[in-house]
């Protein structure tokens, strides 16, 4: 079992930056794919980047230079580094983990959610 919970979220400007961290709990954090979703009010939850099992990258086309995903198996933490951010970047951040990653990426039977961390951009 994996229980995710993030912290990070608040008010910027646009322009500004924040780091969200996704701290687990649990045995196999090490051996899972994690990664970030966010839902925007009145929109579907949408990937935002995945960091695999091998440590393969993949990002949603809208943070693609601006967000950075990394991770620290020892201390079982994930994190979001978010960079240039645009009001269009305001939802509630969720991170995730599976033993798979395609479930991870394809965002389909996704075992483990954390609650989610508000993030909201002031333009």
């Known amino acids: 079992q994996v229980q995710l919970m993030e912290s990070g979220g608040g008010l910027v400007q646009a322009g500004g930056s924040l780091r969200l961290a996704c701290q687990a709990s649990g045995n196999i954090f090490s051996r899972c794919a994690m990664g970030w979703y966010r839902q925007a009010p009145g929109k579907q939850r949408e990937l935002v980047a995945v960091?695999?099992?091998?440590?393969?990258?993949k990002y949603a086309d809208s943070v693609k230079g601006r967000f950075t995903i990394s991770r620290d198996n020892a201390k079982k933490m994930g994190y979001l580094q978010m960079d240039s951010l645009k009001p269009e970047d305001t939802a509630v951040y969720f991170c995730?983990?599976?033993?798979?990653?395609?479930?991870?990426?394809?965002?389909?039977?996704?075992?483990?959610w954390g609650q989610g961390t508000q993030v909201t951009v002031s333009s």
């Open positions: 960091i695999g099992r091998d440590g393969n990258l």
């Open positions: 995730a983990a599976d033993l798979s990653d395609k479930n991870l990426v394809n965002g389909r039977f996704i075992s483990y």
